[in-house]
T-cell receptor, first 116, second 112 residues
Framework: AQTVTQSQPEMSVQEAETVTLSCTYDTSESDYYLFWYKQPPSRQMILVIRQEAYKQQNATENRFSVNFQKAAKSFSLKISDSQLGDAAMYFCAYRSAHFGNEKLTFGTGTRLTIIP | NAGVTQTPKFRVLKTGQSMTLLCAQDMNHEYMYWYRQDPGMGLRLIHYSVGEGTTAKGEVPDGYNVSRLKKQNFLLGLESAAPSQTSVYFC???????????FGQGTRLTVV
């Protein structure tokens, strides 16, 4: 079974600075998808960024980028120019690309605080 | 465009009571999921479905049942509620395994 580990329960960063959230996963598969979701106090889950394992290029979405290290099974999220609105829980998630294994597995989350 | 809608948003149950949570999506998605979220434990998968008429167990299925009689609806049932089932429940759906999952707004369930 695949597992996703987020080893930082809480992180904080000064406004306008850069912060990196860590995520590692365990799988024996070669083809899969990775996601970062944001959950603000409203409780709504929002997709931040998505990465396909077969792509070597790291995904970027405006101020959000990932460092995908397939061999190390690591998928960290970098937030540049942090803003107050970035304060939220961040969840890393894994989903296999293989038929018959359709589970979407989440880590335990990292609570990000933005310091004004 | 409603997306994923969960009903109800809040509920208080007494131990031993039963209830059904409804998840409805209007995006013609094949995959649907039920999660529970507890402090410090992230989102844990209860059951999921890969299409109409199919269901499968997730990580924490005990005490829950599900049905997907219509493609757009995924029902989560608690036959005999227990205090350990106090949680926030999320439904999600996705079109494909490769695409993002869209989430409902969550249901806060308290079992007393």
């Amino acid at each position: 079974a695949q597992t996703v580990t987020q080893s930082q329960p809480e992180m904080s960063v000064q406004e306008a600075e850069t912060v990196t959230l860590s995520c590692t996963y365990d799988t024996s598969e070669s083809d899969y998808y990775l996601f970062w979701y944001k959950q603000p106090p409203s409780r709504q889950m929002i997709l931040v960024i998505r990465q396909e394992a077969y792509k070597q290029q790291n995904a970027t979405e405006n101020r959000f980028s990932v460092n995908f290290q397939k061999a190390a099974k690591s998928f960290s999220l970098k937030i540049s120019d942090s803003q107050l609105g970035d304060a939220a829980m961040y969840f890393c998630a894994y989903r296999s690309a293989h038929f018959g294994n359709e589970k979407l597995t989440f880590g335990t989350g990292t609570r990000l605080t933005i310091i004004p | 465009n409603a997306g994923v809608t969960q009903t109800p948003k809040f509920r208080v149950l007494k131990t031993g009571q039963s209830m059904t949570l409804l998840c409805a999506q209007d995006m013609n998605h094949e995959y649907m999921y039920w999660y529970r979220q507890d402090p410090g434990m992230g989102l844990r998968l209860i059951h999921y479905s890969v299409g109409e008429g199919t269901t499968a167990k997730g990580e924490v299925p005990d005490g829950y049942n599900v049905s997907r009689l219509k493609k757009q609806n995924f029902l989560l049932g608690l036959e005999s509620a227990a205090p350990s089932q106090t949680s926030v429940y999320f439904c999600a759906s996705s079109l494909l395994q490769s695409t993002e999952a869209f989430f409902g707004q969550g249901t806060r369930l308290t079992v007393v």
